[in-house]
């Protein structure tokens, strides 16, 4: 499902951030491939990032610097074409980054929050990002413009940036909050919650608020967000999710109240960026809410969701509009999970196709009308308990081959 990006004419910026975008030469054919945001006043920030045991540089360097700095940010700059994982060189070079954004803004590097996406594996060529430097800072701007260029300056795969925009009230003013995201291949997150094709998100707003009020928020908004999709299964070595706030709106989340709005608020942000991230998944036709309900625990709920949300012969299913729902039910008991399966059900889209672990009479002529469109539902109901989660997934196309059977070359 291939959904429309939001306009630039749509987007709110939020005030104390300016963004910028070029291109130093790293990506295949060109294009933007270097973005950077600035909080010329400083930002409160805190962040997540991927659960994978490989982890790229610019991962171990911006985790660093957020403890050193006590959790403030002057700035992120973002390159893609290059994940800056696996190489000999990666550490140095994203320090030596960093250390240039410092001197090109007046900032101490510990305020730099680097990142990276792209290839595996390939040494960064810092002298093309050093170059582009200059450039960089001089396009410097608070106009949606600008957040667009960023936008499309971390985009690898992807076909079009992702945004999202709200605006809430929060100690009595108006803040706004803002998302940008890319990923559509190598996604399923797994963020590391509570401990430290790529998603990255980066998340601003205007509201003031400490950096440990940040990070519980944040925390929770990602596990019933980005840790509840996956395109492919495959998680990667650079996922990262920064919430930055600058407080110039003159707002502060002080209150119990103010905490609860920006936590709704920023998990509606970050529900928005997931799913887009998701349609907008490599090879993608077919956007899937994948509900599972009667589960132990959430935690079990989740366990099954994504036995189902990875196999390749559900997905495949799925792409062909086929109720095949046997592969479901296979894929269900194969999750590990201490289930009775002849207290399973299954509907796909609004027909009940199997109770109790047998198959039930159902229109297949409906059924499979019913998962054409770009988007539909499928419940499981285990059976075991009144713990339910939502997941979101999608089918697996030739067209997800094509793609990643070239990336490098």
Same mark, same amino acid.
């Given at each position: ?51 994978? @045991? ?6 171990? %360097?911006?985790?660093?610097?957020? %403890? ?24 140095? %070079? ?29 040494? =960064?060529?810092? $002298? ?37 925009? *709200? ?10 909050? =803002? ?39 944040? @925390? ?22 920064? =919430? ?6 003159? *707002?502060?989340?002080?209150? *119990? ?7 709704? %608020? ?35 709920? $989740? ?51 199997? @109770?109790?672990? @047998? ?51």
């Amino acid at each position: 499902m291939k959904l429309p990006a939001q306009s630039s004419s749509r987007l709110i910026v939020p005030r104390g951030f300016r963004f910028a975008a070029a291109s130093a030469g790293l990506k295949k054919g060109g294009g933007l491939d270097l973005g950077l945001a600035e909080a010329p006043g400083g930002a409160a920030a805190a962040a997540v990032f991927t659960s994978n @045991r490989v982890v790229a540089a610019p991962l171990e %360097v911006g985790r660093e610097h957020l %403890v050193r700095s006590r959790g403030r940010v002057r700035a992120v700059i973002v390159n893609s074409g290059n994940a800056n994982c696996a190489t000999r060189s990666g550490r140095a %070079v994203c320090e030596k980054v960093c250390r240039q954004v410092a001197a090109q803004l007046g900032i101490p590097a510990r305020e730099v929050f680097p990142a990276s996406t792209g290839v595996i594996g390939v040494e =960064l060529p810092a $002298e093309k990002i050093l170059g582009a430097l200059p450039r960089l800072a001089a396009e410097r701007g608070d106009t949606r413009r600008a957040v667009m260029r960023f936008a499309r300056a971390i985009m690898t795969t992807d076909t079009r940036p992702k945004l999202a925009a *709200a605006r809430f009230r929060c100690g009595g003013k108006r803040a706004t909050l =803002l998302g940008i995201a890319k990923g559509a291949g190598m996604i399923q997150p797994r963020l590391a919650l509570g401990k430290h094709a790529t998603m990255l998100v980066y998340l601003f707003t205007d509201a003031a608020a400490s950096p440990a009020a940040l990070a519980r928020a944040l @925390r929770a908004a990602c596990a019933c967000t980005f840790n509840r999709i996956s395109v492919d299964g495959d998680t990667s070595t650079n996922d990262t999710v920064l =919430l930055a706030a600058s407080g110039a709106a003159g *707002a502060g989340i002080a209150s *119990a109240a103010d905490a609860r709005r920006f936590s709704e %608020v920023l998990t509606a942000v970050c529900r928005s960026l997931a799913r887009q991230i998701v349609a907008d998944g490599e090879g993608v036709e077919r956007v899937v809410e994948l509900r599972v309900e009667g589960a132990q625990s959430e935690a079990e709920a $989740e366990r099954v969701a994504r036995a189902v949300a990875n196999s390749p012969l559900v997905k495949t299913a799925w792409a062909g509009g086929d109720p095949n729902w046997g592969r479901i039910l296979a894929a269900v008991g194969n999750a590990g999970v201490a289930l009775d399966p002849r207290r399973v059900d299954i509907f796909l889209g609004s027909q009940l196709v199997c @109770r109790n672990g @047998r198959a039930v009479p159902f229109n297949e002529r409906r059924a499979h009308r019913e998962l054409s469109p770009p988007g539909f539902t499928v419940r499981v109901r285990l059976g075991r308990g009144r713990a339910a989660t939502t997941f979101w997934t999608c089918d697996l196309t030739a067209d997800y081959v094509r793609v990643n059977s070239h990336y490098r070359s």
